[in-house]
């Protein structure tokens, strides 16, 4: 038995390669299932795709069935039409009980940008159910995907790991953010620039039913990419003044060299405001606002990246027991499944070998016993375990070697000795 998978994420790829190479709709992974199983027919597949990651998670009885990464990466590059060159190096492998190990881990969330964040989870969950509805999963894949739910259950329940606040979205809203409004639903949100963070924290003030979403970004295109992804609309460039004056809560992040918002440029936008208090997370590096935009009046309250990061790391390092717990937890659980799949894996070849062997003890035994009638009941009786106990023992390192292997590791090789060795089928 084998599992495997192949992945790029936020902390192998970025933003651009993981986009190339995101399935972006159920029918996309559907096609993709298709696919696969025209490719590789005696592999399970399951794919992971979200906004920080993108992974195939393949399962084999053989593993002489699995693909290899490169056939993985032509699966990519042919089905998105993306050349190979331009992500191969982009991707991982990791196979045995380290896929295992990896999938706890995502579905933990202790590998994610957000460490701890329920989200992730149910995006397994979510992409579990596609594969199961697109007949591309099985078995081995049942059992991973369903143990990496129940691991996701037990370290929530067992660890504080999703208590607080560290990620750099999680703390704008949740910390700065709720310290100025009660409430999102009745606020217009206006995103500067289109940026994975400013991405990451709309997932979050969408998650506090926000009002109205505008994007305003140089580039058209995109605004109305990310303006779409959340249920908002994008704006033209030329509008931004108009916005600066409507927003109560703005984020921004383009990237630009220089402060697109100086105080002089916000204090003309704040005549048009009626003094309003306004939110301002300022998540370019270097800024976009000017820090002496926070000085234009008192209902200016505006947050820099490092702000955010101060207080990011603070909560992360309360935190740091807790995450130890968790990886405490994946290890003890990959352990457990990796001896649990190969335990079904080598436990009929065990019967069956045992089985042969006492047969033909028995065989043997039933000729000696005809060839001396006069042998007592009692004595065939002590013969009977004798031979027993010399077939248990001559057994008992072979066994022994099978069982360590297949806990320590994936026990083919030995497996297909023994198969061979014994003619079992």
């Not at 190479?21 to 590789?40: G, K, M, T, V």
Request: glycine residues 4%; negative net charge.
């Amino acid at each position: 038995m084998n599992v495997q998978v192949v992945y790029c994420n936020h902390q192998t790829a970025d933003l651009s390669v993981r986009e190339k190479l995101a399935f972006s709709s159920e029918d996309d992974l559907l096609r993709a299932y298709d696919e696969l199983r025209q490719r590789f027919p005696s592999s399970e597949h399951v794919v992971v795709s979200t906004c920080n990651r993108v992974e195939i998670y393949t399962a084999q009885e053989d593993a002489s069935d699995a693909p290899t990464s490169e056939q993985l990466a032509t699966f990519f590059s042919e089905f998105h039409q993306v050349p190979v060159e331009a992500f191969l190096g982009d991707l991982l492998e990791q196979t045995g009980a380290e896929a295992v190990r990896h999938l706890f881990k995502v579905a933990c969330s202790v590998d994610s940008m957000v460490l701890g964040e329920n989200q992730i989870v149910s995006q397994v969950k979510s992409a579990y159910e596609v594969a199961t509805k697109g007949n591309a999963n099985g078995p081995l894949t049942n059992a991973l995907f369903q143990r990496a739910l129940n691991v996701s259950r037990r370290v929530r329940t067992e660890t504080r790991l999703s208590e607080g606040r560290i990620s750099i979205a999680s703390v704008a809203v949740g910390e700065f953010g709720r310290s100025i409004f009660d409430r999102f639903d009745d606020k217009t949100i206006l995103v500067i620039g289109a940026g994975e963070m400013a991405e990451e924290t709309l997932r979050y003030l969408q998650n506090e039913g926000v009002g109205e979403i505008v994007v305003v970004n140089r580039t058209h295109d995109r605004a109305v990419q990310v303006a779409s992804a959340f249920r908002g609309r994008a704006s033209s460039w030329d509008e931004l003044d108009d916005w600066l004056s409507r927003a109560d809560v703005i984020v921004s992040t383009t990237g630009a060299h220089d402060p697109i918002v100086d105080a002089n440029r916000f204090r003309q936008a704040r005549q048009k405001s009626s003094g309003k208090p306004v939110f301002i997370l300022d998540l370019g590096a270097p800024r976009d606002f000017a820090s002496d935009v926070a000085d234009v009046d008192e209902g200016v309250f505006l947050y820099d990246i490092d702000d955010l990061e101060r207080t990011c790391e603070r909560n992360r390092a309360t935190r740091t027991t807790e995450i130890a717990k968790a990886r405490d937890i994946i290890e003890e659980e990959t352990s457990r499944f990796m001896h649990d799949i190969y335990h079904k894996a080598t436990g009929p070849i065990v019967q069956r070998l045992r089985e042969r062997w006492h047969d033909v003890s028995r065989q043997e035994l039933d000729v000696l016993y005809r060839k001396l009638p006069q042998l007592s009941e009692g004595d065939q009786q002590a013969i009977d375990r004798t031979v027993e106990r010399i077939v248990n023992k001559l057994l008992h390192p072979p066994l022994e070697t099978l069982r360590d292997e297949a806990r320590d590791g994936t026990p083919h090789g030995l497996l297909d000795a023994i198969m061979r060795l014994f003619h079992l089928h």
